[in-house]
């Protein structure tokens, strides 16, 4: 059974940093494309980065561009988020997606939301 775990997440002042990691678990997982999504209550769920699997091609939000980097360990079955300079508007859950069905197209990769497996989210809290 696939199964994805955050962590990493916490209460954090503005301007600061964290790492927020994925695990997977279930060796029988191949993954097209990992990605990091986020929402918060009475807001739709937003992408915030791709990475395609199998040659780390990164996409990222325009949220996020300049201040966030999405990477992957294949021989771990993890993938990490680090973002930077963080913002109040930053705060929100933030999820762990899996896809392992549709080819990762670049143009495809921040388009689509239909990921196969999902975790149950770190919350991330920016505030003064």
């Known amino acids: 059974q696939v199964q994805l775990l955050e962590s990493g997440g916490g209460f954090v002042q503005p301007g600061d940093s964290l790492r927020l990691s994925c695990t997977v678990s279930?060796?029988?997982?191949?993954?097209?494309?990992m990605g990091w999504f986020r929402q918060t209550p009475g807001k739709e769920r937003e992408i915030v980065a791709a990475?395609?699997?199998?040659?780390?091609?990164?996409a990222y939000a325009d949220s996020v561009k300049g201040r966030s980097t999405i990477s992957r360990d294949r021989n771990k079955n993890a993938v990490f988020l680090n973002l930077n300079r963080l913002k109040p508007e930053d705060t929100a859950v933030y999820f762990c997606?899996?896809?392992?069905?549709?080819?990762?197209?670049?143009?495809?990769?921040?388009?689509?939301?239909?990921?196969?497996?999902w975790g149950q989210g770190t919350q991330v809290t920016v505030s003064s």
């Open positions: 990475v395609r699997w199998a040659d780390g091609t990164t």
């Open positions: 997606a899996g896809e392992n069905r549709w080819t990762p197209i670049l143009s495809t990769m921040l388009a689509r939301q239909d990921y196969a497996y």
């Open positions: 279930g060796r029988t997982f191949r993954p097209t494309v």
